[in-house]
């Protein structure tokens, strides 16, 4: 396969590139939401995890009552995500305040993911937005925290939008930069690597 900045193929992300840039405008909008109704999206995102947790509760409930349904200890991971589901649904504002704690370690993982693909997609069109996404993230994370947990109300949805915008931006423009690969580069690329195997192989 052709690899370019040794971890992508031309061919694979050209091939995508569309379902990208439709995905990039989708997080896109869905980031103006929390931009513009930051406490909407605080509630949006609490009672998400509200129902993750109550959905993961019901599935560890069966499995466990299926195969360890006389273990004590079994039965401790479906009760957390249960107590954890129920304080998310009847105590949303306090719920909020303990996601914005989880959502400033996010955004530093998230920083970190942006700035390693970034700088491993490099020199290809777009991946300095990476950059700046991943710069933009320590930023919100370090203001957050600041401020937690007194603003979490305004600052979870607000933060959840402006860094769902800035990842549909990124994906927008990574999904045009790889659109724009043509034809003929693909197949420069793959005749470069079947010549690198030729001489490889005459070598050995």
Known sequence: MTIVGRMFD?????KYSTQTIIAGILMALLGLVGVFAPS???????????????FSAIVQGVITWKSYR????????????LITAILLLFFPFEGVAAVGIMLAAYLLVDAYSSL?????????????????????????????????P??????????????????GITLIAFGLGA?????DDIAKD?????????????EQ
């Open 179 to 183: 659109k724009s690969v043509s034809d």
């Open 150 to 167: 007194f603003s979490s109300i305004v600052l979870v949805g607000l933060f959840v939008g402006i860094s769902l915008f800035f990842d």
């Open 116 to 148: 390693s693909f970034g700088w491993e997609y490099r020199p290809n069109k777009g991946w300095w937005l990476m950059i700046v996404n991943g710069i933009l993230s320590i930023v919100l994370a370090v203001i957050f925290m600041i401020d937690w």
């Open 40 to 54: 909407l999206m605080s509630l949006v995102v609490v009672n998400f995890l509200a129902w993750l947790f109550l």
């Open 190 to 202: 793959k005749d470069k690597e079947e010549n690198q195997q030729n001489t490889k192989e005459s």
């Open 70 to 81: 006389n273990s004590f200890s079994a039965w401790l991971k479906p009760a957390i995500s």
């Open 10 to 14: 031309k061919e694979t992300l050209k």
